[in-house]
DNA sequence: GTCCGTATTGACCATGTGGTCTAAATCGTT
DNA sequence: AACGATTTAGACCACATGGTCAATACGGAC
């Protein structure tokens, strides 16, 4: 397995962490592997994106617990960039909302300092293949998480006493034009009615979502889910 | 190891799939282990959800290529429903887009029919002692698609050419209230200035975002993250 | 000091919008 | 056949909204 590896290039990485201590702790770590080649090393997220642009590495270990410009910043950057460069997140912590906000800028893996080194040398190999690493314990952490936030999302929307459940569908027709903006006259050329009759929707639509202005009323059905409802009925 | 269970409760089970031999075999590989208790089977989500308001099981191993009723939203049921059952996600295609709808909806767990039975069986104990089981294969599909889709999102927001750039703080101040369905009269309150003051700023909006009426307005600030942005220089 | 951008305010007017009342045609239900 | 809900439509009115022009005041830039 290993003897496969040594016929391809080497492993190009790039090292972050304003702990000189500990970066040479890694360097020295990640060094011992023959088919990495740590081709730069940096203290701050300035140097680091310039080491970055200029080797083009294939894997970035990034220490995301730096003050001044923050790690994880660096990392949408570094994505924005839209290069071949993977970054793998390194901290002290396991924090679910950090991990979570990694992975959500775009890191490819979230390894902390504490785990044991052929563990960070696993996810580098594999990281620099494609694929994302995360450790069984902190996907777990990240899954629950995700979870937790879209059930809050849900019951926002889910909402039983959602007034937008009261429209009839013609209203709904109505509200739907509303939401992009369109006035009474655009309104009723697209639904082929009189000027009159949309004023009486809209005017329906305003009692039942209890608002008095078309704005408040698209940002009602905005807030309630409105335009994810026929998505649903497609998709989920 | 297997000892400590023995004296724990046997995890109660109800199993869900269209396919009635299907649900034989899974039902003779899950009764094979001496702590799992299948309380029920179904064939469709109807029976399935009366089951699990009857029995309250542990576990529900949920096939999701049903017919009719779709188990995606029977699995948005089960957690509304805001029990202590664990749903696991069971089908045939490894669909990256069908593995994040079913953990976003809730599904604690996702198995192909193809993988091993020993899989299963880890995954239904993991589940029910409140941890998210996801094959390393699956998970990094998930991921995947989990940053696939924030990146399109991110693209959006981020554009260059977003013409909310263009205004002044005073205009997103006043923007900031429109967003929020309040009048000529009420802005000219907040924010002690005269109504036509408002309506000035209003007018230099609209020219800046090129639209003409507040609706517009406030939907393109909505479409262009108007609202994100003060997050962002708290939170990321 | 002068210029430019921003914030402020007033006046005027056309039109869009919202509120209310009435009423006809259609459709499904009882 | 009768009823209720929905969709359609007109009339009328008050007021909010959007468009335009002009003017003052303040701050920073050159």
Request: proline share 2%; aromatic share 8%; glycine share 4%.
């Given at each position: ?46 140097v680091?994106m310039s080491l970055?642009k200029k ?182």
């Amino acid at each position: 397995m290993r003897n496969t590896v040594e016929f391809k290039k080497k492993i190009k990485i790039v090292l972050v962490d304003d702990n000189v201590e500990h970066l040479s702790g890694i360097r020295e770590l990640v060094s011992m592997e023959s088919n990495f080649d740590v081709v730069g090393t940096a203290t701050s997220v300035n140097v680091a994106m310039s080491l970055i642009k200029k080797y083009r590495p294939n894997v970035v270990l990034m220490d995301i617990n730096m003050p001044e410009k923050d790690g994880l910043t660096a990392i949408m950057e570094i994505e924005k960039m839209d290069v071949d460069t993977k970054v793998i997140a390194l901290t002290g912590y396991d924090d679910p909302d950090l991990i979570f906000r990694a992975i959500k800028v775009g890191a490819k893996g979230y390894i902390l300092k504490t785990m044991a080194s052929a563990q960070l040398i696993y996810a580098i190999e594999e990281v620099a293949v494609g694929k994302i690493y995360l450790p069984t314990a902190l996907s777990s952490r990240f899954f629950d998480y995700f979870q937790k936030s879209f059930k809050e999302e849900h019951t926002v929307v889910t909402d039983d006493d959602n007034l937008l459940t009261y429209l009839t569908s013609r209203e709904e027709e109505v509200l739907d034009l509303l939401t992009q903006g369109i006035t009474y006259k655009g309104v009723a050329e697209k639904l082929f009615i009189s000027e009159t009759t949309v004023k009486t929707h809209v005017n329906n639509i305003f009692q039942k979502l209890q608002v008095n202005d078309r704005t408040q009323a698209v940002l009602y059905a905005l807030n309630n889910g409105f335009l994810s409802k026929r998505k649903m009925k497609l998709s989920v």
